[in-house]
């Protein structure tokens, strides 16, 4: 009876540090980010990514399941492969593409030429011009280019060449096209997602200086 208490005993203690490993592999692994909307909770996150509820505590540190909207939260990278692996597996993948009328192509090279002038880089032009495009299929901006740039903030307009009302009136650049043109062909496959720039020796807002920077381009700092 002892024997059979002590091995009882062992097989418990080896399934708790089974667990115990699983969960830290899974939180010491490769993540991604998954920004927290209204109405989510830990849990119906952990189904959507094929994981657990303890396990997303332990990867951010959780004390509580509490969570917030707007708050980002680091999800395993490779429990959303697997899933979009199963998604593709099913159904034929389908990829985002856009198209811009001769107008907002326009628009978007004014844009560019208003954020950027002659002293920013190419790859920060076209990284502007990815900021707009992807802002399009994220689903807290408007869907189409020209809604993005004439989008309303509280303060008037989310970009200030816009607000001023001196945007139409900006003459692009070739280069400022060829930025928009190297955009529109980078951005159904961008991986790095932009969604704000701006200069750090300029701006002061806390919140857009706490943002998760993607990457840094002569005066812009580019984040998401």
């Keep these: 009876m002892k024997v059979k208490k002590t091995i009882a005993a062992l097989t418990i203690i080896c399934c708790m540090a089974l667990s115990s490993h699983g969960l830290s592999a899974e939180a010491a692994g490769s993540y991604t980010y998954y920004q927290v909307k209204k109405g989510d909770t830990l849990s119906k996150i952990a189904k959507q990514y094929h994981t657990t509820v303890a396990s997303l ?24 492969r697997s899933a979009s692996a199963k998604r593709s597996a099913s159904a034929p993948a389908k ?9 907002d192509r326009k628009l ?9 002038g002659s002293s920013e880089p190419f790859a920060g032009k076209v990284e502007v011009a ?11 901006f ?4 020209r809604g993005v740039i004439y989008q309303k903030t509280k303060s008037g ?17 070739k280069q400022d096209y060829e930025a928009v043109d ?9 991986r790095r997602g932009s969604l704000y720039f701006y200069n750090p020796k300029i701006t002061k807002d806390k919140w857009m200086l706490s943002r998760p920077v993607t990457i840094r381009i002569g005066h812009h700092v580019f984040a998401r």
Excluded: C, M, W
């Design 57 to 80: 505590k332990l990867l951010n540190g959780l004390k509580s399941d509490v969570i917030y909207a707007g708050e980002r939260l680091k999800v395993p990278a490779s429990a959303k």
């Design 95 to 103: 990829k985002k593409s856009i198209s811009l009328s001769a107008a």
């Design 108 to 116: 978007l090279a004014q844009l560019v030429q208003a954020e950027t």
């Design 130 to 140: 990815l900021v707009i495009l992807n802002r399009t299929k994220h689903p807290e």
């Design 142 to 145: 408007p869907k189409t280019v």
């Design 157 to 173: 307009y989310a970009f200030v060449p816009a607000k001023t009302g001196k945007l139409t009136r900006i003459q692009p650049t």
């Design 182 to 190: 190297k955009a529109l062909a980078l951005f159904p496959n961008d």
